[in-house]
């Protein structure tokens, strides 16, 4: 009864064209549309309907996981909303969820809205690629795209280390193997380092966490293969922030000159509401490293990034005030949202007034 009442909210929230469904004791079922949160026109949901959902979804190891940590990410196949991300938390003693869906098919670089230089950045050989943005910016979609285009183009090994799968990828021209943590490996990192013994070419990792995950990684781009990353920081600048701050004493320096020898190039993105509000517009900061990046990388002079991303731009370099702009004259965004998410709101306001 409890999995059959959890697939009626999650055809609800497929019919709804909802990103999230959240299941809050005391709340009404909660689908995120459009990015914005709507209780459904029912009683709130009560503890034991929650407790009976969850254990439907879990088998014993996954249980004892969640009894012990007291909390969980798993991904399941649904049979009319395709992958599903569950990530179960406890509250007042009881469990709650909240259910990300993957969809069931990777879409276009149109439909997704993003560059036409991301393609590029896909196909480059080695080096390091990094997607970041907010939770729930699209990065996990941007990066299971740029996957696809992988594997539908080149013979080559794909190896994808996830917490959790939220697509799973046939091999096209490619073979993809796909590794989840707590089920296939303990560890992004101790995945990361026992990665290079399976000859991939391209290794993807679903998240940079720590400094031991960052430094495997870049380690990895630094010997002839092609790594994506997400990371999680607003745009492009704090993601060297990120990513060389979490190191310390002569460690960074290290990091610094490594980031500055194998970074291909960071999309830093977010989703916003469009003008009509019934769809979300990928807004998004683009940084292709070419020599004059890497200099500034080296030496540490990140404040100067901006100015190079602006002459950057037949290179395909594109500064997140830049885009907005764009999409506000195009009438996909308001004003409103392209003020509220400017790097610079004065500036925005002259070039659009």
Same mark, same amino acid.
């Given at each position: 009864?409890?999995?059959?009442? $959890?697939?009626? %909210?999650?055809?609800?929230?497929? @019919?709804?064209?909802?990103? #999230?469904?959240? =299941?809050? /004791?005391?709340? +009404?079922?909660?689908?995120?549309?459009?990015?914005?949160?709507?209780?459904?026109?029912?009683?709130?949901?009560?503890?034991?309907?929650?407790?009976?959902?969850? $254990?439907?979804? %879990?088998?014993?190891?996954?249980? @004892?996981?969640?009894?012990? #940590?007291?909390? =969980?990410? /798993?991904?399941? +196949?649904?049979?009319?909303?395709?992958?599903?991300?569950?990530?179960?938390?406890?509250?007042?003693?009881?469990?709650?969820?909240?259910?990300?869906?993957?969809?069931?098919?990777? %879409?276009?670089?149109?439909?997704?809205?993003?560059?036409?230089?991301?393609?590029? =950045?896909?196909?480059?050989?080695?080096?390091?690629?990094?997607?970041?943005?907010?939770?729930?910016?699209?990065?996990?979609?941007?990066?299971?795209?740029?996957?696809?285009?992988?594997?539908?183009?080149?013979?080559?090994?794909?190896?994808?280390?996830?917490?959790?799968?939220?697509?799973?990828?046939?091999?096209?021209?490619?073979?993809?193997?796909?590794?989840?943590?707590?089920?296939?490996?303990?560890?992004?990192?101790?995945?990361?380092?026992?990665?290079?013994?399976?000859?991939?070419?391209?290794?993807?990792?679903?998240?940079?966490?720590?400094?031991?995950?960052?430094?495997?990684?870049?380690?990895?781009?630094?010997?002839?293969?092609?790594?994506?990353?997400?990371?999680?920081?607003?745009?492009?600048?704090?993601?060297?922030?990120?990513?060389?701050?979490?190191?310390?004493?002569?460690?960074?320096?290290?990091?610094?000159?490594?980031?500055?020898?194998?970074?291909?190039?960071?999309?830093?993105?977010?989703?916003?509401?469009?003008?009509?509000?019934?769809?979300?517009?990928?807004?998004?900061?683009?940084?292709?490293?070419?020599?004059?990046?890497?200099?500034?990388?080296?030496?540490?002079?990140?404040?100067?990034?901006?100015?190079?991303?602006?002459?950057?731009?037949?290179?395909?370099?594109?500064?997140?005030?830049?885009?907005?702009?764009?999409?506000?004259?195009?009438?996909?965004?308001?004003?409103?949202?392209?003020?509220?998410?400017?790097?610079?709101?004065?500036?925005?306001?002259?070039?659009?007034?």
């Amino acid at each position: 009864m409890s999995r059959s009442r $959890l697939d009626q %909210l999650i055809d609800s929230a497929t @019919e709804l064209e909802a990103s #999230d469904l959240h =299941l809050v /004791v005391g709340v +009404p079922p909660a689908f995120r549309i459009n990015g914005e949160i709507i209780l459904a026109n029912e009683s709130p949901v009560i503890e034991e309907a929650v407790t009976g959902m969850a $254990l439907s979804l %879990l088998n014993a190891n996954q249980r @004892e996981a969640f009894e012990r #940590d007291w909390e =969980l990410c /798993v991904s399941i +196949p649904h049979e009319v909303a395709g992958r599903v991300r569950v990530t179960l938390y406890r509250r007042n003693g009881g469990p709650e969820m909240s259910l990300r869906f993957c969809g069931r098919r990777i %879409l276009s670089a149109e439909e997704l809205g993003l560059p036409p230089r991301i393609n590029d =950045l896909a196909r480059r050989p080695n080096g390091l690629v990094l997607i970041t943005g907010p939770t729930g910016a699209g990065k996990t979609t941007t990066l299971n795209y740029m996957v696809d285009l992988i594997n539908s183009e080149r013979r080559c090994k794909i190896v994808t280390i996830e917490d959790p799968i939220e697509h799973l990828h046939e091999n096209k021209r490619a073979i993809v193997v796909q590794q989840e943590v707590l089920t296939d490996t303990h560890s992004y990192t101790r995945a990361l380092i026992h990665v290079l013994r399976q000859d991939p070419d391209v290794i993807v990792v679903g998240e940079m966490r720590d400094h031991e995950t960052i430094s495997a990684a870049l380690t990895a781009a630094e010997t002839g293969h092609l790594v994506l990353a997400t990371l999680h920081s607003p745009d492009v600048s704090h993601a060297f922030e990120r990513i060389i701050g979490v190191f310390e004493g002569s460690a960074q320096r290290q990091i610094v000159i490594q980031l500055a020898s194998s970074l291909q190039g960071i999309i830093a993105q977010d989703l916003l509401p469009s003008v009509d509000r019934i769809r979300r517009i990928l807004a998004y900061e683009l940084l292709v490293a070419n020599s004059a990046i890497r200099n500034l990388i080296r030496e540490n002079n990140k404040h100067m990034l901006e100015t190079s991303m602006q002459t950057g731009g037949k290179e395909g370099m594109v500064l997140m005030d830049a885009c907005l702009y764009d999409l506000y004259c195009r009438c996909l965004i308001s004003y409103d949202t392209a003020i509220s998410r400017a790097r610079n709101p004065d500036r925005m306001a002259e070039r659009t007034g």
